[in-house]
T-cell receptor
């Protein structure tokens, strides 16, 4: 069975601070996808990144960066120089590569960025 | 670019009533997923369809049913509604379920059961 754990329920930072959201996953699959989604107060789910299990390269997109470590089954997400608009719930998710199994989400981390 | 369209965006029903949610996937997407997100919860997978056939089933109650039509839109039918069914219901679509790329989510339909 697949499982995603986001141990941080809520994080509060002051604007311009860096913040890292942790994600640990469990799967018996040897190939899989990992995702991060952002859910702002308006409720929609915004896709941030997809990473397949073959690719352990870290990725940077603007102020966002992701650290994928297969050895520790972690896929952490860092926001550099946080902004108030980053305030949202962030979900880490896992899926197998067949596409027939839907995403398994973590419980989410609520990030509050104070001005 | 066209996105996943869900309707209605908001729905209020009484206990024991029936509700139907609709989802129009991105054009050419062949796979549709339904998720239920309760207050303060993570999205829970309900059911998915690939090429109009059910492809996977999650924690969908027996009171719920869904189908995908020939034009690939999908409907989630919920009967004998309970207070606990109050949630945000997301539809997502993807192209080619054998290569699970990005799932595109709709904005959700918020169901309130009174």
């Amino acid at each position: 069975a697949q499982k995603v754990t986001q141990a941080q329920t809520e994080i509060s930072v002051v604007e311009k601070e860096d913040v890292t959201l942790d994600c640990v996953y469990e799967t018996r699959d040897t190939t899989y996808y990992l995702f991060w989604y952002k859910q702002p107060p308006s409720g929609e789910l915004v896709f941030l990144i997809r990473r397949n299990s073959f690719d352990e390269q870290n990725e940077i997109s603007g102020r966002y960066s992701w650290n994928f470590q297969k050895s520790t089954s972690s896929f952490n997400f860092t926001i550099t120089a946080s902004q108030v608009v980053d305030s949202a719930v962030y979900f880490c998710a896992l899926s197998d590569l067949t596409g027939r199994r839907a995403l398994t989400f973590g419980s989410g981390t609520r990030l509050q960025v104070q001005p | 670019a066209a996105g996943v369209i869900q309707s209605p965006r908001h729905l209020i029903k009484e206990k024991r009533e029936t509700a139907t949610l609709k989802c129009y996937p991105i054009p050419r997407h062949d796979t549709v997923y339904w998720y239920q997100q309760g207050p303060g919860q993570d999205p829970q997978f309900l059911i998915s369809f690939y090429e109009k056939m059910q492809s996977d089933k999650g924690s969908i109650p027996d009171r719920f049913s869904a189908q995908q039509f020939s034009d690939y839109h999908s409907e989630l039918n919920m009967s004998s509604l309970e207070l606990g069914d109050s949630a945000l219901y997301f539809c997502a679509s993807s192209l080619d379920s054998f290569y699970n790329g990005e799932l595109f989510f709709g904005e959700g339909s918020r169901l309130t059961v009174l």
